[in-house]
Structure formats: C-alpha cells, structure tokens
C-alpha cells in the first residue's frame, strides 16, 4: 500500500520541480531574450547613425544589421535549447530526489499504521487469550456426570479471575486510547500524600498483597492530577506484585529533590534487563518473553503509565537495585508556591 502511495507522491513531487523548473527557465529565457534585443537594437542604431553619417544616406539593412540579426536567432536557439535540456537535468534529478522526498514524507505515517496494526495485533490476542482459559476450563468442567458445591464455586471463581483480567486489559486499552486522542486532564496543585493515599486504596480493591508495601513519603505540595498520577502509581505496584516473589515487601516512598518530586516503587524481584530498559515502557513489551509467558498480564501498563506521565508533564524511569530487583520511578514537577 505505501509503495504504491510513495510512487504517486514521487510523481507529484515532480511535476511540482518540472512545473518550478519550467517557470523559472521559462523567465530566464524571456529576461535574457529581451535584453540581448534591446543591446541588438541599441548597436543597431548607432551602426545606422554612422553610416547614415558617413554616406549621406540612411541604410535600413546592412551586412552589419544581418549579421546581428543572425546572432539574434542563434541565440534564441541556443536559449531554447538550453532552456530543453535544464529541465530534462531537472527531471533526471528531480526522480531519486522526489522519490527520497516522498518516503520521508511518508515514513511518519507508515510507522505509525505498522504501530496500528501491532497493536490490534497484540491486543487482539491478549483479549483471546482469557477467553479462550475460560473456554476450555467451562468444557472440562461440564464434561464432568458430578461436581460438588465446592468444584462449583472454585470454577466460579477462576472464571472471576479471567473476567478481571479482562476487565483491567479493557480498562487500560481505553485508558490508552483516550490519551491518544488528545484527552486533556486538569492538572493542579495537590499533596504527595494524597496520591499515595488514593493509590494504596485503589489497588487495595484488586489485590489482596497490599499489607506487602512499606510506604515513606514526603507529604509536599506537587503539580498533577490526582486520579492519573496514582494510577501510575497502581500500575508500578502491579508490576511489583507480579514479579517479585510472594510475601516479600514492596516499598514505596515519595522524596523532594528541588524542584521535582520523585515517587519509587522498589521490589525484590528478577530486575530488568539492561537491553529492556529503552523499551520498557513501549506498548504490548515485556522483558524477558519466556518468563513473561508465565506472569499474568498484557504488556500495557507501563505503556499506559507513560502516556498519563505525559498528559502531567512528569517523567518515568527505571533503574536495578544493588541487592535485586527493580524500582521504577515517576518524576513530577514541585507545584509552585503563590
């Protein structure tokens, strides 16, 4: 599709460097023309004062006249001739330039579909994937003659598992999309502690672990939006969760450094691959794919924390621990003080 597409912009691109081309030769050579007649015409009259003053009678045509006459339509050839093969260097150039052109032109718009497309991709088979786990325990389930109450309610339940893991995927994908499309949320002066107040309890209604984290933080005055920034807190402790081991902490503090405050989220578990950390936080990466296979989730949510960083002008990063483990951390700005 985008070869075809860069084959109509090229010729496009050149017809509007042929139509320049043109134009510009075009003027040159009735500039030139023009003034070559007028120097002509000039000569011609002084030429024709002499004569007339030395023979006594004027002369409209002399050898001299047809020999300028004759160097006019020489140059006027030459002119046209010079004029035809400017504009056919002008194509010969003109093809790789407006081909290299139309492929930069271009290269925004098809990385951003083969982005598209990934993500559909992807996104498609990560909302398969539950569905087809639910699928298959319901048939096994049912192919059972007897279950007991208890068999019931843990199926129940497994498929509640599914259907909240769906449930957050979903969640996150409009989530995304709504930053996409330019959705503006308000930001304003608000207290560090809030934030992690507002997130602790928001993870508290998914996850049981939330006794795990070990919180420190700096209660001060930061520029942001409440909601968004403690979902990037939520996601980061998602994260934590499920890749560190179980029943170990998770500490999560909030420090001052001038202007910026800085939130971290700081686990025990594998850390993060040097080669991963430039991609961590793109949409549908997971480091480590084989063990990844193994952690419930979608990829999503480092992508989806890294819009909602950008929509309140704040940063991310990522960094290994010394003793193992990872802390990812969210940097805002300091709300100034009026």
Same mark, same amino acid.
């Given at each position: 599709?985008?070869?075809?597409?860069?084959?109509?912009?090229?010729?496009?691109?050149?017809?509007?460097?042929?139509?320049?081309?043109?134009?510009?030769?075009?003027?040159?050579?009735?500039?030139? #023309?023009?003034?070559?007649?007028?120097? @002509?015409?000039?000569?011609?009259?002084?030429?024709?004062?002499?004569?007339?003053?030395?023979?006594?009678?004027? /002369?409209?045509?002399?050898?001299?006249?047809?020999?300028?006459?004759?160097?006019?339509?020489?140059?006027?050839? #030459?002119? $046209?001739?010079?004029?035809?093969?400017?504009?056919?260097?002008?194509?010969?150039?003109?093809?790789?330039?407006?081909?290299?052109?139309?492929?930069?032109?271009?290269?925004?718009?098809?990385?951003?579909?083969?982005?598209?497309?990934?993500?559909?991709?992807?996104?498609?088979? +990560?909302?398969?994937?539950?569905? &087809?786990?639910?699928?298959? +325990?319901?048939?096994?389930?049912?192919?059972?003659?007897?279950?007991?109450?208890?068999?019931?309610?843990?199926?129940?339940?497994?498929?509640?598992?599914?259907?909240?893991?769906?449930? /957050?995927?979903? @969640?996150?994908?409009?989530?995304?999309?709504?930053?996409?499309?330019?959705?503006?949320?308000?930001?304003?002066?608000?207290?560090?502690?809030?934030?992690?107040?507002?997130?602790?309890?928001?993870? &508290?209604?998914?996850?049981?672990?939330?006794?795990?984290?070990?919180?420190?933080?700096?209660?001060?005055?930061?520029?942001?939006?409440?909601?968004? /920034?403690?979902?990037?807190?939520?996601?980061?402790?998602?994260?934590?969760?499920?890749?560190?081991?179980?029943?170990?902490?998770?500490? /999560?503090?909030?420090?001052?450094?001038?202007?910026?405050?800085?939130?971290?989220?700081?686990?025990?578990?594998?850390?993060?691959?040097?080669?991963?950390?430039?991609?961590?936080? +793109?949409?549908?990466?997971?480091?480590?794919? &084989?063990?990844? @296979?193994?952690?419930?989730?979608?990829? $999503?949510?480092?992508?989806?924390?890294? +819009?909602?960083?950008?929509? @309140?002008?704040?940063?991310?990063?990522?960094?290994?621990?010394?003793?193992?483990?990872?802390?990812?951390?969210?940097?805002?700005?300091?709300?100034?003080?009026?």
């Amino acid at each position: 599709m985008f070869k075809s597409a860069r084959v109509q912009l090229t010729f496009f691109y050149l017809i509007a460097i042929v139509f320049v081309s043109s134009l510009t030769t075009f003027g040159i050579r009735i500039v030139a #023309q023009n003034a070559f007649e007028h120097k @002509n015409q000039d000569t011609r009259g002084e030429i024709s004062q002499l004569i007339r003053e030395q023979v006594g009678i004027p /002369l409209f045509i002399s050898p001299v006249q047809k020999i300028q006459q004759e160097q006019d339509a020489d140059a006027q050839k #030459q002119l $046209l001739e010079w004029t035809i093969y400017f504009n056919i260097l002008a194509i010969i150039i003109g093809v790789p330039i407006s081909y290299w052109f139309a492929g930069r032109t271009l290269r925004p718009i098809e990385d951003a579909h083969k982005l598209q497309v990934k993500f559909a991709s992807d996104a498609s088979h +990560e909302l398969n994937t539950p569905l &087809s786990v639910m699928r298959t +325990e319901n048939e096994v389930f049912l192919r059972q003659k007897s279950f007991t109450e208890a068999e019931a309610r843990n199926q129940i339940v497994s498929n509640l598992e599914e259907v909240q893991r769906l449930e /957050l995927l979903t @969640n996150n994908l409009l989530a995304l999309s709504d930053t996409n499309q330019g959705g503006k949320i308000k930001l304003s002066s608000i207290k560090s502690t809030d934030v992690i107040n507002h997130a602790i309890s928001q993870f &508290s209604k998914v996850y049981s672990e939330s006794n795990r984290i070990e919180t420190s933080i700096d209660d001060h005055k930061i520029f942001g939006n409440l909601e968004s /920034l403690s979902q990037i807190i939520v996601i980061f402790l998602d994260n934590a969760v499920k890749y560190s081991p179980k029943k170990s902490k998770i500490s /999560l503090t909030g420090k001052q450094h001038k202007n910026i405050f800085i939130f971290s989220v700081s686990d025990h578990g594998p850390g993060v691959a040097r080669m991963d950390m430039p991609l961590i936080f +793109e949409r549908l990466y997971r480091s480590d794919m &084989s063990r990844s @296979n193994k952690i419930p989730g979608h990829g $999503l949510g480092l992508a989806l924390a890294k +819009e909602i960083a950008n929509a @309140n002008q704040a940063g991310l990063s990522v960094s290994n621990n010394a003793d193992g483990g990872a802390t990812f951390n969210l940097i805002v700005n300091v709300a100034k003080q009026v």
